[in-house]
């Protein structure tokens, strides 16, 4: 009892360390994308981190809940390069977003790879159900916002799976290849991607803001 007490002492100290979480995380990030999510264990995170056992579960639900906590992060990096004012139209939205993708994984590599890897996970593995049930909660907001630009006769009256996909699908494709492979650089691309995205879904007819 003594020493369980002790133990429990220490994992309480050792989860209160200024910089644990961030450490858990970033060791984390580095095993997910040397050895794959799968492949990846606690144990292994702890090694690599430093962190005792009672720490990782202090910050998160499992390894799952340290996935969630890496998506969060990336998600939110890619909303501070894109994101749009709430009142901007349909074409600043969705270009924004665009080249908020780009120019963020073209900046943060790591990060993408392993986002793009959780998106297909997900879909199978009842362990990333934190990271599954986030997807769909941003995919549902911007399904809703795509329907009220179709209501307003700004975009195509696509299903928003059709929509996402080839808004946001030569994007990915492009961050997909080998750096070495990409061209033109980032911004370039990133400009060039937003414009067909949007050429792919406004109403025949509209203008551009331009």
Do not use: C
């Not at 492949?39 to 720490?55: E, M, Q, Y």
């Not at 969630?68 to 992060?73: F, N």
């Not at 362990?127 to 049930?133: H, K, P, S």
């Not at 997807?135 to 630009?149: D, F, K, N, S, V």
């Amino acid at each position: 009892m003594a020493r369980m007490a002790r133990e429990e002492a220490a994992d309480m100290r050792d989860g209160a360390a200024p910089g644990r979480r961030e450490s858990i995380l970033t060791a984390a990030l580095g095993l997910f994308l040397e050895r794959g999510y799968a492949a990846t264990s606690i144990a292994d995170v702890r090694a690599a981190s430093g962190a005792s056992t009672g720490s990782i579960y202090h910050f998160f639900t499992g390894k799952g809940g340290i996935a969630h906590a890496l998506l969060t992060e990336a998600v939110a990096g890619w909303s501070a390069v894109g994101n749009a004012p709430p009142d901007a139209s349909a074409e600043v939205a969705i270009k924004a977003s665009v080249t908020g993708l780009v120019r963020w994984a073209a900046a943060n590599p790591g990060q993408f790879r392993l986002m793009d890897e959780l998106r297909s996970l997900a879909l199978h593995d009842p362990d990333l159900a934190e990271v599954g049930t986030a997807l769909a909660a941003g995919q549902g907001a911007a399904g809703a916002a795509y329907r009220r630009y179709v209501a307003a006769g700004h975009v195509k009256p696509l299903a928003w799976p059709v929509a996402h996909a080839v808004m946001l699908g030569p994007a990915y494709a492009w961050l997909r290849l080998p750096a070495e492979s990409r061209k033109p650089g980032a911004r370039h691309a990133a400009e060039l991607l937003a414009d067909a995205a949007w050429a792919a879904v406004r109403m025949p007819g509209r203008r551009s803001a331009r």
